[in-house]
């Protein structure tokens, strides 16, 4: 195509327009608020499409690990998470982009939201939102509405989001937790007539529906397949249920309606050229240990690095590795297997002293320290029944005594490296996250912190980072697509001679 050449009355003829991947069609799944029933109609939705024959793409927005797990398990496809708090735009085009392609192009991609609609990082801004996601991606949302109890007024709910931000389009409606022909009946009619949005699911209540849950969310798929015996009946049920009561066709015409995305001009997803041995991460993954985004996993990668995986629970040594990363979970409920795994803790322990590279994240860096106390004394609180009382001996390479608690920790976090580290430089700020019932006490006075929050809790005194040798752990979580320098920094500390 021949361009126009720039006059001083034409200055932009020259600039070519930005360009655009293959549409895929995409859906975003919301709700009025949490509880509303979104991720179990997702999961139902994820495995209807799969059976029916289509690639399936599954995203989640903001920062959980344990949904995605689920969404993993039924597509095929690794779930990616989105969050408008940690990334710009452009990150989150760039994340959904290579999702779609990455695994052999997808024919359709599912959205679940967080929270309600609107809820984000602050009161005034969509910032962090599922609407600012909505937004960017250019898609329509469809509303699930816990209808338990009411008909009329859930008129008035839809009403209420259609018109609280006109650039978000709302393009239908999920009832869930209906009682009856009668209640779906009079709910649809009042949300058709005074919205003019049409209800494409009635979901009628059913305490089958319900997935275990913990204190941080659902049980992760990969230990509720473990231990479950009708892990798929569950999840085929699930899928029956919203086949039956969700018009499919109506939502793919939804889906096919979203407008064209630009492509990033800077992705994140690029090889890095390697020459010579690749060195070798190993990845602890288990039912304690489990909360990685795909991401960083894939990052680490194209960044030059193998992953090895091992589990702490069940392997009796460390595998030959350059380095370690220990990512978040539930070692609290797996302390006795974690303690009584004592060739596991002296090998990583011994790799510690000797140098070894090791990134650990929450659930790490608990496992780092040298002892772990479980369970609270109101056992009801956060659905902690399942942790008996209880010291365990971990691994020591790191100072403190970890205790769990009622406090449940939730935040963003803003923070800088303020020494280098085996994943950046000092200087390097981040945005990331964390969300724990835990704390570490006992910490001696002259311990190391390598990172300094301006907005987080962290481990002690807005410092996280724990820091003994090359080992580092933390509460903070990091998105690799969001935090850049994570899977560079990482790989080039553990290749080095």
Same mark, same amino acid.
Request: negative net charge; proline residues 4%; contains cysteine.
């Given at each position: 195509m021949q361009q126009t050449p720039p006059t001083d009355e034409n200055p932009e003829a020259s600039q070519v327009p930005a360009p655009t991947f293959k549409e895929i069609p995409r859906i975003l799944l919301s709700a009025g608020s949490s509880s509303s029933g979104k991720t179990t109609i997702t999961i139902g939705l994820l495995a209807a499409l799969t059976e029916a024959g289509y690639n399936v793409q599954p995203f989640k927005v903001g920062l959980d690990y344990i949904d995605p797990s689920y969404y993993s398990e039924i597509t095929g496809r690794r779930a990616r998470n989105m969050d408008g708090f940690l990334m710009n735009g452009e990150s989150v085009r760039d994340v959904f982009i290579h999702g779609c392609e990455v695994d052999g192009e997808a024919d359709i991609a599912v959205i679940e939201g967080v929270r309600g609609l609107f809820e984000g990082f602050d009161s005034f801004t969509d910032v962090g939102s599922t609407a600012q996601i909505a937004k960017i991606l250019k898609c329509s949302v469809v509303l699930i509405i816990n209808a338990r109890s009411i008909t009329r007024s859930a008129a008035a709910l839809v009403n209420g989001f259609k018109d609280f931000d006109k650039d978000v389009h709302i393009a239908g409606v999920i009832l869930n937790n209906i009682g009856g022909p009668r209640h779906a009946k009079k709910a649809k009619e009042a949300i058709e007539f005074y919205t003019g949005i049409p209800v494409i699911g009635v979901i009628r209540r059913n305490g089958s529906m319900k997935i275990s849950m913990r204190h941080l969310g659902l049980v992760p798929a990969i230990e509720e397949r473990r231990r479950a015996d009708n892990f798929d009946e569950r999840i085929t049920f699930i899928r029956d249920t919203?086949?039956?009561?969700?018009?499919?066709?109506?939502?793919?015409?939804?889906?096919?309606?979203?407008?064209?995305?630009?492509?990033?001009?800077?992705?994140?997803?690029?090889?890095?050229?390697?020459?010579?041995? !690749?060195?070798?991460?190993?990845?602890?993954?288990?039912?304690?240990?489990?909360?990685?985004?795909?991401?960083?996993?894939?990052?680490?990668?194209?960044?030059?690095?193998?992953? !090895?995986?091992?589990?702490?629970?069940?392997?009796?040594?460390?595998?030959? &590795?350059? /380095?370690?990363?220990?990512?978040?979970?539930?070692?609290?409920?797996?302390?006795?297997?974690?303690?009584?795994?004592?060739s596991m803790r002296e090998d990583i322990l011994t790799a510690s002293r000797s140098g070894l590279p090791i990134y650990a994240e929450c659930g790490g860096l608990m496992y780092l320290t040298e002892k772990l106390t479980t369970g609270v004394k109101d056992k009801g609180t956060y659905h902690m029944?399942?942790?008996?009382? +209880? *010291?365990?001996?971990?691994? /020591?390479?790191?100072? /403190?005594?970890?205790?769990? /608690?009622?406090?449940?920790?939730?935040?963003?976090?803003?923070? +800088?490296?303020?020494?280098? *580290?085996?994943?950046?430089?000092?200087?390097?700020?981040?945005?990331?996250?964390?969300?724990?019932?835990?704390? &570490?006490?006992?910490?001696? !006075?002259?311990?190391?912190?390598?990172?300094?929050?301006?907005?987080? *809790?962290?481990?002690?005194?807005?410092?996280?980072?724990?820091? &003994?040798?090359? *080992?580092?752990?933390?509460?903070?979580?990091?998105?690799?697509?969001?935090?850049?320098?994570?899977?560079?920094?990482? &790989?080039?500390?553990?290749?080095?001679?």
């Open positions: 919203i086949k039956e009561g969700v018009d499919i066709d109506r939502l793919l015409e939804i889906a096919h309606n979203a407008q064209p995305l630009e492509k990033p001009a800077n992705t994140a997803f690029l090889a890095k050229e390697t020459h010579g041995e !690749r060195p070798v991460i190993g990845i602890a993954l288990d039912e304690a240990f489990n909360f990685y985004y795909h991401d960083n996993l894939e990052l680490l990668q194209l960044a030059g690095a193998d992953l !090895r995986y091992f589990s702490p629970i069940h392997d009796s040594k460390l595998p030959d &590795v350059d /380095g370690l990363y220990i990512g978040g979970g539930y070692p609290e409920l797996f302390a006795a297997e974690l303690e009584d795994n004592v029944a399942e942790m008996p009382e +209880s *010291t365990h001996e971990m691994v /020591g390479a790191l100072p /403190g005594h970890t205790l769990m /608690g009622h406090k449940r920790v939730v935040s963003y976090n803003i923070g +800088s490296l303020e020494i280098d *580290t085996v994943i950046g430089k000092r200087g390097n700020s981040f945005r990331g996250h964390e969300f724990h019932h835990s704390e &570490v006490t006992d910490i001696p !006075r002259d311990a190391k912190f390598s990172i300094k929050l301006s907005r987080g *809790t962290g481990i002690v005194d807005g410092w996280d980072g724990l820091t &003994v040798n090359n *080992t580092l752990g933390c509460y903070a979580h990091l998105v690799a697509s969001s935090y850049r320098e994570f899977a560079g920094s990482f &790989v080039e500390s553990v290749g080095r001679e």
